[in-house]
């Protein structure tokens, strides 16, 4: 029992509750990628949040294993790395190349890169209780990232009134899931664990607040914009582009009709100066009008 902390139920209570709720809001995106797989692409989703999920989860463990007592969170960190690798995988078979390669690099700079290195600095750098507290700052600087990341949903549900993607069921299991670790971290008198639980517990209740707020509201639906219809009389239409025709038509063979009287009088080698000023517009009375 030396790993469950025998000296009090609540900790193997709360912590049990805490893999319970955990295991929930870790299935959460099965459906998501169950379209995906389906589909054959990615819609546009992007990687990121599975990638530091992973990651999370990663350091959790670590902090599990150097810390005594702290099994449970061993397990459900533990289920966490395999879904959210089952996660990658998918998005890795079905992205677009330049997703895909974005995503490898991300899980080799930060999954591979970033934890062996917290891994040997912990290990050579700090000694006994320091690397117990070395390693639980930086859980908690990083899963108070990771707790903060609804902030953009927040806002994108306050700008459009609507809380189409903020589900309340995912809401109400992540404030779930904090209060049954903070309560684990409070009984574990553990406060690496206990901290960012209360920040996650504070923006649960805030979008559950904005959820009461936002639910009567119509959803909105970004439609394409669609330019002003306007009706054509096609009838019109063709008597326009036919007078047009004609008077296009017309304009020349006025300038021929010039022309030609022009050089009527240059053969005749006398002034028509007068006579050819006061040739008429109608280019049918021009025809023939050459004079000897």
């Not at 299935?27 to 054959?40: E, G, N, S, Y």
């Not at 995988?89 to 190349?97: D, R, V």
């Amino acid at each position: 029992m030396g790993m469950f902390s025998a000296d009090n139920p609540w900790v193997f209570i709360f912590g049990l509750l805490g893999n319970i709720s955990s295991f929930v809001v870790f299935l959460a995106p099965v459906p998501t990628f169950v379209r995906i797989f389906k589909k054959k692409s990615t819609e546009g989703f992007q990687s990121i949040p599975y990638v530091v999920s992973l990651f999370s989860a990663m350091l959790w463990i670590y902090y599990a294993f150097v810390k005594s007592g702290a099994f449970l969170l061993i397990t459900i960190n533990s289920f966490g790395c395999v879904i959210e690798t089952i996660y990658i995988a998918i998005y890795i078979a079905y992205a677009p190349k330049q997703a895909r390669m974005f995503t490898l690099r991300i899980l080799i700079l930060l999954n591979f890169g970033g934890f062996c290195s917290i891994l040997l600095l912990s290990h050579f750098l700090a000694k006994g209780s320091n690397r117990v507290q070395l390693l639980g700052w930086i859980c908690v600087a990083f899963a108070t990232s990771v707790f903060a990341a609804p902030l953009s949903i927040m806002r994108q549900v306050i700008r459009t009134k609507s809380v189409e993607f903020m589900p309340f069921y995912l809401s109400f299991l992540l404030t779930l899931s904090a209060i049954m670790w903070l309560f684990y971290g409070i009984f574990l008198k553990d406060l690496y664990i206990s901290i960012p639980n209360v920040l996650g517990f504070v923006f649960g209740l805030l979008q559950m607040v904005l959820y009461a707020v936002y639910k009567n509201y119509k959803t909105v639906v970004i439609e394409e914009v669609k330019l002003p219809e306007h009706s054509i009389d096609v009838t019109k239409l063709s008597r326009v582009i036919d007078s047009e025709v004609q008077e296009m038509s017309s304009e020349p063979e006025v300038h021929d009709h010039k022309m030609i009287a022009m050089s009527c009088r240059l053969e005749n080698g006398h002034d028509q100066r007068e006579k050819i000023m006061d040739i008429p517009i109608n280019p049918n009375q021009l025809l023939g009008k050459c004079e000897a």
